[in-house]
């Protein structure tokens, strides 16, 4: 049986180690946290997963929500001038529905799935010295944790990453008492406000702890008006600056937030991200290699909404990529190809969502704006959440965003 040490325990971290122990792998997983401690800590992300990761789940036995969380159908998109009017507004549906668990539900359900089915689990934090002296006893050594120490194990790939700050401040809050506003109904929408030169206000439909919620996240470009968080305030007080912001700045979504109230004492999130591709294997001190996973080595800004899909893919793929080779060494030849099959699908997922920190080009105004009259637009870009793959296609090359806008004009 060979023997496989995961460490981290996030959606791909989690996913890989009970896909593989499904497999009769000997799977050994590091947390840095246990179930009880996951859950009463504070919101990890914004995450909502569509059609064709919440398919892997089910695929493997692992979509333990699908009867119970609220279902998200739709996506609405404001586009709003610098004096704060909403000129470009519509809704499409989407083909099938999204998820959004909060990963304090997820990830501990997941640990104690695992550990019922007899997986080993280590709740520490591991430095590089106590990876590097773990890794003898295992044919392979992922690691799926890229913040702190361990992170420094894998070099970044300047190639692939444009980027060496945060273009966004992030401010998260789960809240349960939004209503609709007098709009058309689109409570089971995803609602996205691109604000120009401001960033973005962004909300939807999850399940925490005690049930349903809905999802805000202000994404607010660096010394803007949005960028109000770098003192990292207090659950209530970040959730009254964040209401404050869109009183100011998108007064149709203070409407349907104003009388809402967080679900739990931990329920905001503050912080930024670089976006970063790193290189996927790193060495240890004794020279044995580990490679790495998910976020560790693909990290993207949450403003596009992938950072679970993504997770979800690079796992299932990993997963593939071990069954396949058998008995054979996981060198780092094989390292690096499995690597680059995820790579295939995860380069239009960063190229989406750099491309989405930046001012919107003309030809993506004209989609916005083809996509209030030409529902097929709308459907396709809403549709492109869940195939990001398919938004390289057109919706970021002018040319052949124009030839589809021409296509359902002409339809």
């Known amino acids: 049986m060979r023997r ?28 840095a946290r246990t179930p009880e401690q996951i859950r009463s800590g504070r919101v990890m992300s914004t995450q909502s997963m569509y059609y064709r990761t919440l398919e892997i789940e089910r695929r493997h036995g692992l979509g333990l929500w699908d009867d119970t969380a609220p279902r998200l159908t739709g996506l609405r998109v404001s586009v709003v001038n610098p004096g704060g009017d909403r000129v470009i507004d519509w809704m499409a549906p989407l083909k099938d529905y999204a998820l959004s668990i909060d990963q304090r539900v997820k990830m501990p359900a997941w640990l104690e799935l695992f550990a019922e089915r007899g997986g080993t689990i280590d709740h520490r934090r591991l430095s590089v010295a106590d990876l590097d002296e773990m890794a003898p006893d295992f044919d392979l050594v992922v690691v799926a944790a890229g913040q702190g120490e361990l992170g420094s194990l894998f070099e970044r790939d300047a190639r692939r990453s444009p980027y060496t700050a945060p273009q966004r401040e992030l401010s998260v809050a789960y809240v349960r008492g939004a ?118 080595v693909v990290l993207n800004d949450p403003v596009t909404g992938q950072g679970s899909n993504a997770a979800c893919q690079s796992a299932q793929i990993y997963l ?24 295939d699908f995860a380069q239009h997922v960063t190229f989406w969502a750099n491309a989405a920190l930046q001012p919107p080009p003309p030809h993506v105004l004209d989609i916005f704006g083809a996509a209030a009259k030409l529902p097929a637009v709308g459907e396709r870009f809403a549709d492109g959440f869940a195939n990001p793959d398919d938004m390289a296609s057109w919706f970021l090359d002018p040319n052949a965003a124009d030839a589809f806008i021409a296509e359902c004009s002409a339809a």
Request: hydrophobic fraction near 40%; proline fraction near 6%.
């Open 320 to 343: 593939e990529s071990i069954l396949a080779r058998g008995d054979g060494a996981f060198d780092r030849g094989w390292m690096q190809r499995t690597f680059d099959s995820y790579w």
């Open 4 to 31: 496989v040490l995961i460490v981290g325990a996030g959606q791909a971290g989690l996913q890989l180690a009970l896909t593989l122990q499904a497999e009769r792998y000997d799977v050994t997983l590091i947390s």
């Open 179 to 296: 209503h609709n506003s007098s709009d058309p109904d689109d409570s089971s929408a995803a609602r996205f406000n691109a604000l120009a030169g401001i960033g973005e206000v962004i909300s939807y439909p999850g399940h925490t702890l005690d049930g349903a919620c809905e999802i805000l996240l202000l994404e607010g470009v660096p010394g803007g008006p949005l960028d109000a968080f770098g003192d990292r305030p207090e659950p209530q007080r970040q959730w009254e600056r964040m209401l404050g912001l869109l009183r100011e700045h998108c007064p149709w979504e203070h409407e349907r937030f104003a009388d809402a109230e967080l679900t739990d004492e931990g329920g905001t999130l503050a912080g930024a991200v670089t976006p970063t591709v790193s290189k996927p294997i790193g060495q240890l001190p004794s020279g044995r290699l580990v490679l790495g996973l998910g976020d560790s």
